[in-house]
Nanobody, 128 residues
Framework: QVQLVESGGGSVQTGASLTLSCAAS????????MGWFRQAPGKEREFVAA???????????AYADAVKGRFTISRHNAENTVYLEMNDLKPEDTAVYYC??????????????????WGQGTQVTVSS
C-alpha cells in the first residue's frame, strides 16, 4: 500500500516562494507518473503539474497554464520524495495542494481520475 505525505505548506505574501514535498512509503516499482493538484475553497480540484518516471528517470514535467514558468516538479529518487517548487506566488495560488501517484499510465495526466493514490494535502495561503 502506497502512502503519500505532503509537507511544506504555509502562509506567505505575494511574490514569495515555497517548496512542497511529497514523501512516499511503500512505493510500487510500477510508478508511472507523479502529479500535483490543488483545490481552493468553493472550487473543484485542478491539475497543477505532473511528471512521468520510467526506470527512475524523470521526464520533462507538464504544467497548468496558470503555473507555467513559476512552478517546477522534481523528484529525489534516493529519498523517494517528489517536490513542487513554487515561485512568485500569487493570491490565486491559495489552495490545499495534493500529490498523487499514477501506477497505470493513463493518457490524461491532468485528470485526477488517472491517479491511484493521494496524499492528505497541505495548505498554501498567499496574501496580497
Amino acid at each position: 500500500q502506497v502512502q503519500l505525505v505532503e509537507s511544506g505548506g504555509g502562509s506567505v505574501q505575494t511574490g514569495a516562494s515555497l517548496t512542497l514535498s511529497c514523501a512516499a512509503s511503500g512505493r510500487s516499482v510500477r510508478t508511472y507518473r507523479m502529479g500535483w493538484f490543488r483545490q481552493a475553497p468553493g472550487k473543484e480540484r485542478e491539475f497543477v503539474a505532473a511528471s512521468n518516471w520510467r526506470g527512475g528517470v524523470a521526464y520533462t514535467g507538464a504544467y497548468a497554464d496558470a503555473v507555467k514558468g513559476r512552478f517546477t516538479i522534481s523528484r529525489h529518487n534516493a529519498e523517494n520524495t517528489v517536490y513542487l517548487e513554487m515561485n512568485d506566488l500569487k493570491p490565486e495560488d491559495t489552495a490545499v495542494y495534493y500529490c498523487a501517484e499514477d501506477l497505470r499510465g493513463g493518457s490524461d495526466y491532468s485528470s485526477g481520475a488517472e491517479y491511484d493514490y493521494w496524499g492528505q494535502g497541505t495548505q498554501v495561503t498567499v496574501s496580497s
